[in-house]
């Protein structure tokens, strides 16, 4: 019996899991030594442990507990380290089954006990019941590939992270990394996704604003390769930066010195004038850190997205960097106006930013200053962002936001520190942005904070010492390359032509979905009329339809991204159609898959209608600004209307 189910079952998790199955059939499962509770339940002892995957004296009782304790509030996703012999299913049935959109999720990262679970019928139960999922990870290194899945499959759900109980005993620190790093994925995708639901206004208003002064500013790209072996120290504003300010106040005549964000803030306080800041900052804080710092001619790598009041507000000169950071618009424009794209590396803020920019400016060494990603002594920053920079204990520990919660990690010098789960991955892609350039030393001067592998850690004197040592006027270079790097031929005229052309082509895109809208209200009426019997193939208009929005320039580089990532918000949605007991006939299925195409047409509909009224308002107060908009005005809002 324990063998045909587990054949049974094999074949059912290849169909779910191909890349698992085979390694499930090949484990030897037999540290895992079958037993019973007290209660005549299933379990099983790992004898290389000694310890029972569930409780030696009842494991309904165990898992009916676990449930009861455990609050899921308005959470319609439960992930649970552990899939043991699948007990939790039990348990949390009722409420599973209350709502389809409602799903339990296991993680094992245990080969033998998905093993031991195919011999049992829970583990058909698990395999077979549709808003149940099984997933495998041997290492949480490994575990990238289906995090991303889960959070993006899961995207914008309220989620919930539990483990079996006696994973959340014997592996707690397992437990504990796999949580954090799912609530922040999860957190970091929801509030990018979120952005895209907003139709991106915020986004395009920066981008549109900013366009059009782009004519003012200077391409970031001409100074490329200008800096071949000159040093560069990258600042940020963490509180160590505070012990290594001296050093930084005489070194500029020997490195570039680049700085973003709070870090300008940080040394123009304490009289260190920087080479470069940078921007990227898309929201209104950005412009109160610009204009309360005292680096007045700073030179300012920036993108479009960055928070057009504070662009306004740069007072140095503003050096365009190609790209906008998940938004196709950028190339369309930089291609129409024969801006020489190159790619530049964003990583988590700004302070990446500034880094791959030093390497494409030809830096050798990268220095960092001021990278704790730590509360150092407790500090948030250093003197002169904020006026009390200190943390309390007990407000970084008991955040209500999981993702905000500090936990305890070793710094590198062996003294524990609280940080972030945020500042441990922007480590860990500032490590693997250096094994990705290995042509390029790069240090890490830090002297305090979490580090990076794989990255050495100096004490900055002894880094000045080595690598700094040739002096040169370094301020009087900077300004010479700027001013090599004018905008050829992109004038607040060609600027003006290429915003009516895409203005002209949204306009377009916004009346194709118009019509899609209404064929779908025929395809609707003639499901209806047949009960479901007719097929939902697209009507002719809708064909050319949605070949003319696809062609559509606007569509291309502005609503692509839109669709892709509404699409795999339903994603989710049309898996549902398909298992909901609400929808009981075939009629309720189909006018449920309209429903959805509804829902993406009307969501493309408004992001190009979004687009549309953030251009008229960009426009206007351009005009107001007192610059000249009668190529843009002379038709472009009289023809809408």
Known sequence: MTQSLLKRNLALLQKILPEVAPQVAECDPSSLVWCETRQGERNVIDTSTGKALHSTYSAVKEADRWWQNFPMDDASILYVYGVGLGYALDAVRSWLEAAAGRYLVFLED???????????????????????QLHHYA???????????????????????SALPCYERERSKNYQALRRWLVHEAVERNAMVSEYMRHGASFFHNYYANMLRIHESYRGNALFNKFEKVPAIICGAGPSLNANIPLLKDIGRRALIFAGGSSVNALSSAGVAPHFG???????????????????????????????????????????ITGAGGYPVAEWFEQRLGIEDVDV????????????IARHLGCDPIIFVGMD???????????????????????????????????PRLDINGTPVYTLWKWVTESQWVSEWAEQHPEVTVINATGGGIGFKGIPNVDLKKVLEQYCRTESDLRARVSAEIQNGAMPGVTADTVLVAMKAIYTSVSACIDHCKGLLEELNIVEERVK??????????????????????AEPAFDCILSIFNDVYSKVLNRELHQVKHDKALSSELER????????????????DTARTN??????VIADYERDGYETDIFTSESIAERK
Request: proline share 3%; with cysteine; aromatic share 8%.
């Open 529 to 550: 009329k047949k009960r479901g019997q007719a097929c939902m193939e697209a009507t002719p208009r809708a064909e050319k339809l949605e070949a003319a929005l696809s």
């Open 110 to 132: 245990d080969i033998r006990v998905i093993r031991r679970l195919l011999e049992t019928e829970r583990g058909t139960q698990i395999l077979q019941h549709k808003q149940v």
């Open 278 to 320: 940078g921007g990227i900052d898309p929201n209104p804080p950005q412009l109160e850190r610009l204009v309360s710092n005292q680096a007045y001619e700073l030179p300012y790598f920036y993108r479009g997205r960055m928070y057009h009041l504070a662009f306004q507000a740069i007072r140095g000169s503003r050096l365009h």
């Open 373 to 407: 990603l730590a509360y150092t002594d407790m500090q948030a920053y250093a003197d002169g962002v904020v006026v009390d920079s200190r943390v309390k204990e007990e407000s970084i520990l008991s955040s209500c936001d999981l993702d905000s919660n500090a936990f």
């Open 590 to 605: 189909q006018l449920q898959r309209i429903a959805i195409n509804r829902k993406k047409f009307s969501f493309l509909r």
């Open 345 to 356: 590396e964003e990583g988590h803020n700004v302070i990446n930013f500034l880094m791959d």
């Open 612 to 617: 549309q009224e953030v251009i008229d308002k």
């Open 139 to 161: 290492t949480l290194e490994a575990a990238e590939s289906m995090v991303h899945w889960l959070t993006w499959y899961f995207i914008q759900q309220q989620m919930e992270v």
